[in-house]
């Protein structure tokens, strides 16, 4: 009988261990960085829905930057850069776990080639690593320094200001036209060339899981537009994704979203779901995006990050 209890104790012990070992804190803090014309929330609103307060919830601490809508991702790396020194210098950490969405991959991993002192690790979700074929179609439709390419670009402009103004952000400055050429092919190759870290030396490949810079790099995308009926935009999304000639997520190839370790570029869900909208109406037939977030946490936690 005394074995017994023994025996119960000792793994009541160990079942309590493990839940405070899965419960423990992420060592450095996680920045979250949205993409093109998006923003930290809106009126309430988390462009990355629900899903900071669930990562909160499982003991991480996280901050959403707020960058340019529209601009370079060389412009908005560098006030992310900003923003990343003001996480650092309030939380006492060293470093910083980095997530971005769309044109939030290649503008985390510029601050991760230029400053990789002041982070640990980069995750890239539907990230415009090799370019965009839709942004491709986009700058080949609007003749260069024709009054519609201006007329075009006042408008983008103007919207950016507009998100900008009612998520509360600091007025940043706009630019669409380096934006779209930032995410195209040609600009992704180029940009590829000068921030090399993480990514595949082939297209659809897998990079190294720990660069030379000792940044830690990972991705995840979706690979289908049209996810859920209810969804509004994902007939959008479907529309956007016949430009395409590969698997992708209405906007992002699954290949070009590929940056170092590649969790899974196949999921069933659209440009839009991987942040968990709209509002969360995702694949019913799909994992939550949420519960992706939760395990890269655990992922990220179990290599000390």
């Known amino acids: 009988m005394k074995k017994w209890i023994y025996a119960c104790a000792i793994l009541l012990m160990s079942a309590t261990s493990f839940v405070h070992a899965a419960q423990a804190p992420l060592k450095y803090p996680v920045v979250m960085v949205h993409g093109i014309f998006g923003f930290d929330d809106v009126w309430g609103i988390d462009y990355f829905y629900r899903i900071p307060q669930a990562l909160k919830d499982e003991g991480a601490k996280v901050f959403v930057a707020s960058v340019s809508p529209a601009n370079s991702t060389e412009v908005r790396g560098e006030q992310l850069r900003t923003y990343i020194q003001a996480v650092l210098a309030q939380t006492g ?19 991760a080639s230029v400053s990789p002192e002041m982070v640990a690790s980069v995750t890239s979700i539907g990230g415009v690593n090799w370019g965009s074929r839709f942004a491709d179609v986009m700058r080949g439709l609007v003749p260069m320094d024709s009054a519609t390419e201006w007329l075009v670009k006042q408008g983008l402009d103007t919207l950016g200001r507009v998100i900008s103004g009612v998520s509360g952000s600091p007025q940043r400055p706009q630019d669409s036209l380096a934006m779209t050429q930032s995410l195209t092919t040609q600009g992704s190759v180029l940009f590829n060339s000068r921030y090399p870290e993480g990514m595949p030396s082939r297209y659809c490949g897998q990079g190294q899981a720990l660069a030379s810079n000792g940044v830690r790099y990972f991705s995840w995308s979706g690979a289908s537009a049209f996810t859920n009926a209810l969804d509004p935009i994902d007939y959008g999304l479907e529309l956007t994704s016949l430009v395409f000639n590969e698997p992708n997520d209405g906007l992002v190839s699954s290949c070009s979203s590929h940056l170092g370790q590649v969790i899974k570029d196949n999921y069933t869900m659209n440009h839009l779901d991987e942040v968990n909208h709209t509002f969360g109406i995702t694949s019913w037939f799909e994992t939550n995006p949420v519960t992706l977030y939760r395990q890269h946490m655990t992922r990220l936690r179990q290599l000390g990050l």
Do not use: C, D
Not at 100 to 110: A, K
């Open 93 to 111: 950490a060293t470093k910083v776990n980095l997530i971005g969405h769309s044109h939030g991959g290649p503008t985390v991993r510029y601050v």
